[in-house]
């Protein structure tokens, strides 16, 4: 059996520190919000000579008045992703952009994708996607208030906080992208890392039914480690699963999975040492199941 | 229980067929219609463009208020209840009366029969609301006055824009209603939107009008530009026939100047109108104005009875085209901003198949070996297992015509590295039955009772953020809420059916076996 209890304190302090400075960075540094939420046009160009790259679209991005551009290389050397505000949304940017583009490099590109949003979807968008996840949030703790004791639930809805403000904190860290996709991942992993905490959790009630003598401290360290193989064996299934479509999903998917990875990561790690820790410090024992059950 | 009925098994196996089945016509070409289904690829995979398209209803309640003022004069006049100083504000109708008619002015605002005003019964509600400030009155549109005329223009905008888009003859475009001012236009296939979209975004409000010089023009003039934005006219406001006129319009090639025109046909009224305004006004420029531009001002100099007539002012074969198709189709009620597009080349939307095909092998092979060799045996079946329940969800996906998209496919992939939750879980709770427990039947049956909460949990907020997902999100990832969602239901299927049917039939034959897992 191995000690997950002995490091309880030492762990709180970190999670405490993770969130802290995720928070910090959430506030002063902020989302590196994508065009789903900032709004703005994106352009992903194929380049069929070498001609083109990204010092040489700069320079012609520069010269077309668009404000702020960012060329970026985008998975292999021939792929380029093309990212502008469009302040003023004017209807004809691309087919502008186009007919300049045509002028220095001739036929010897390919838009793949385009993408276009106004000022006012995109604004919607971020007011969903921030309901979204407020509301799965919620709908969580409805849920397990109802499957469990309010410690559980208390226990539960800190570890997920702690999972998504962690999650967005790594984004924030590392200015990676905010797009739709990543509001569809940290659904997930709220999910996911309810599923977890919720297994451990159901073997720390049914253990506080069977033995009455056993501090909360010891219990919950039991059942982590009953529930332990079970555990590293989803999370490494679901880790294989992503990280195949994290390298062999191609770009699109890149960001989606990466945030998913960490999720999975932070969930298992947080069903441990957030949720249980919970319980110990609100000293469950016997009696707050037994109570419930009186009452049920 | 290690017992299965004939028939369940029966059932199960019937069951598992028929969504491979259906899974399968993905594949092969069923003559049968009900399995000759297909999962629908979204726009990022089989590429196409994506366009929402806001109406922007400002000038219609502008012109409908323009409309009111002479309405509600007309109507005053009639009752000889004298209306003074009427005028518009910021979308409100002010107009004062004297003080002794006030209480029948708001009398007939207010009546419920009345025709000046409509009563919606169902909403409790005038189309109009009435205030009287003191100074004057105040009228304007109440909540539910401008939600009719917001889903009136949206039902007359969205018939032009299938009529625009059905003439440029893409396949299966998909227009849809949006809330009551938005549109949204799905067109698959369609990697350069540029045609649709400058057709699009053309009211095509065409008017005949005689450019003049008279400042004192009964109906008022105005000053417009031409096309090339260089020259100008004076041009009244008098319409002489418009859009609402035009039988037909094609474009055509002049014989005599070799330009390319297009020829219009006028229905009855708007050839009597033109013929009309044609005898009297030879010798003077009448204007072609679509859209308050100037597309030519020829001078006219026949009547011209036939009710045909020709538009030409430098159109290439092309732009003569579009106007002629912009002209067929009708004028929107309203001007239409493209607010959203995603447009994927078909050659990105065959290398995201090809790359999410690719990771769903990778995953599922990685899955598959990692279970092999924890489990062994039971490894095995959950492996069977996971691969019946990928066909179920595919079947599933495919008899719902789902649509199927780039995350959507990150969902199944997702699934997979899920799905075995439930087993792993049943499976870790036999080997610890087994620790107290000797007879491995007993064993068996306690890890499937004592396991199905926490598997029922798990999967219900997995569910939970899967609905939220579907009904938040919006193209792309909500395929990912509906792989994702679907999945959990064919994953408890397939566990506590299929993959219980194979683990009960090896117990009850190694009823003795040490080390059952």
Redesign the interface.
């Known amino acids: 059996m191995i000690a997950f209890n002995k490091y309880y304190n030492h762990f709180n302090l970190l999670s405490s520190v993770l969130i802290v400075v995720s928070l910090l960075l959430l506030i002063f540094k902020g989302l590196n919000f994508g065009i789903d939420f900032k709004g703005g046009t994106l352009i992903?160009l194929r380049a069929s000579d070498s001609k083109i790259n990204v010092s040489s679209l700069r320079d012609r991005f520069s010269q077309m008045d668009l404000g702020d551009v960012s060329v970026k290389k985008f998975g292999n050397d021939t792929d380029f992703l093309v990212k502008f505000e469009n302040k003023d949304n004017k209807?004809?940017i691309?087919?502008e952009i186009k007919a300049n583009l045509d002028k220095s490099f001739g036929n010897n590109y390919?838009?793949?994708?385009?993408?276009?949003?106004?000022p006012?979807?995109s604004a919607e968008?971020l007011k969903?996607?921030v309901?979204?996840i407020s509301?799965?949030l919620a709908?969580?703790l409805i849920?397990i208030w109802i499957?469990f004791e309010w410690q559980f639930s208390l226990g539960a809805i800190l570890a997920l906080f702690h999972d998504v403000i962690v999650t967005l904190g790594v984004f924030s860290l590392f200015s990676l992208e905010i797009n739709?996709?990543i509001?569809?991942a940290v659904?997930?992993i709220?999910?996911?890392s309810?599923?977890?905490t919720?297994?451990i959790f159901?073997?720390v009630r049914?253990n506080l039914r069977k033995y009455s003598d056993i501090k909360i401290f010891e219990l919950t360290n039991i059942s982590i480690n009953?529930?332990l193989?079970?555990t590293i064996?989803?999370s490494?299934?679901?880790?294989?699963?992503?990280?195949?479509?994290y390298?062999?999903?191609?770009e699109?998917?890149k960001g989606?999975?990466l945030a998913?990875i960490l999720g999975v990561v932070f969930g298992t790690y947080s069903s441990i040492y957030i949720a249980n820790t919970v319980l110990v410090r609100l000293r469950v024992s016997q009696k707050t199941v037994l109570r419930e059950d009186d009452q049920k | 229980m290690l017992y299965f009925s004939k028939l369940r098994i029966l059932f199960i196996t019937l069951f598992s067929v028929l969504f491979i089945l259906i899974a399968s016509s993905n594949l092969f070409k069923f003559d049968d219609s009900f399995f000759n289904k297909k999962i629908n690829l979204g726009l990022?995979l089989q590429g196409g463009s994506y366009l929402?398209l806001?109406i922007d209803n400002e000038p219609v309640i502008e012109q409908k208020l323009q409309n009111l003022t002479t309405t509600i004069r007309n109507y005053f006049k009639e009752k000889k209840i004298k209306i003074n100083n009427i005028e518009i504000e910021n979308q409100n109708i002010f107009f004062n009366v004297a003080d002794n008619y006030k209480q029948s002015v708001l009398d007939v605002f207010q009546d419920e029969n009345s025709d000046l005003n409509p009563y919606y019964p169902r909403f409790k509600s005038h189309q109009l609301e009435i205030e009287d400030t003191g100074l004057n009155f105040k009228v304007n549109f109440s909540r539910q006055g401008l939600i009719k005329l917001k889903n009136s223009s949206q039902d007359q905008a969205i018939e032009i824009v299938r009529r625009r888009v059905d003439e440029v003859g893409t396949n299966e475009p998909n227009i849809l209603k949006r809330g009551n001012n938005r549109i949204l236009v799905e067109l698959p296939g369609l990697d350069d939107p540029?045609r649709i979209k400058?057709l699009l975004?053309k009211t095509a409000n065409l008017t005949f009008r005689f450019v003049t010089s008279d400042e004192s023009d009964r109906f008022g003039v105005e000053k417009l530009k031409f096309e090339n934005d260089l020259e100008e006219a004076m041009v009244s406001k008098r319409i002489i026939i418009s859009g609402e006129n035009l039988l037909d319009a094609q474009p055509k090639m002049d014989t005599q100047t070799n330009q390319t025109i297009v020829s219009f046909t006028l229905d009855r009224v708007g050839a009597k109108r033109f013929g009309k305004a044609t005898s009297t006004g030879i010798g003077k420029q009448l204007a072609i104005v679509l859209d308050g531009k100037i597309i030519s001002a020829p001078v006219v100099r026949d009547t011209i009875a036939s009710g045909s007539g020709q538009i030409s002012g430098g159109f290439t074969f092309q732009t003569a085209t579009d106007l002629a198709l912009l002209l067929r189709s009708g004028a929107l009620p309203a001007p239409l901003?493209?607010?959203?597009?995603?447009?994927?080349?078909p050659?990105?939307g065959q290398?995201?198949i090809n790359?999410?095909m690719?990771?769903?092998a990778?995953?599922f092979m990685?899955?598959i070996i990692?279970?092999l060799v924890?489990y062994k045996i039971f490894g095995l079946i959950t492996n069977v297992t996971l691969i019946v329940n990928l066909f179920i969800l595919l079947g599933v996906l495919t008899l719902f015509e789902a649509t199927l998209t780039?995350?959507g496919?990150?969902g199944i992939?997702?699934t997979?590295?899920?799905a075995?939750?439930a087993n792993?879980?049943i499976f870790?709770r036999i080997k610890?039955e087994l620790k107290n427990e000797t007879n491995n039947i007993l064993a068996f049956d306690g890890g499937y009772t004592?396991s199905r909460?926490?598997i029922l949990?798990?999967?219900?907020?997995?569910?939970?953020?899967?609905i939220?997902?579907f009904f938040?999100?919006?193209?792309?990832?909500k395929g990912?809420?509906v792989t994702?969602g679907v999945g959990i239901f064919t994953t408890l299927f397939s566990v506590y059916f299929i993959a219980r049917l194979f683990t009960s039939i090896y117990v009850a034959r190694n009823k003795n076996k040490e080390k059952l897992i």
């Open positions: 992903e209807k004809n691309i087919e390919d838009f793949r994708r385009v993408e276009n949003v106004g006012k979807v968008l969903s996607g309901i979204a509301l799965s709908l969580m849920y499957r739709l996709s509001i569809a659904l997930t709220v999910g996911y309810m599923n977890d919720v297994v159901d073997r049914e009953e529930t193989s079970r064996i989803t490494a299934t679901t880790l294989l699963a992503l990280l195949a479509i390298f062999f999903g191609g699109i998917l989606f999975s998913m | 990022d929402l806001e540029m400058s975004g901003e493209i607010i959203e597009e995603r447009t994927v080349g050659d990105l290398d995201s790359a999410g690719i990771a769903l990778i995953g990685l899955v990692f279970m924890k780039l995350p496919i990150a992939i997702l997979v590295g899920m075995v939750d792993v879980l870790e610890e004592k909460t926490a949990d798990a999967n219900i907020t997995t569910l939970l953020a899967a939220i997902l938040m999100g919006s193209g792309p990832v990912f809420a994702l």
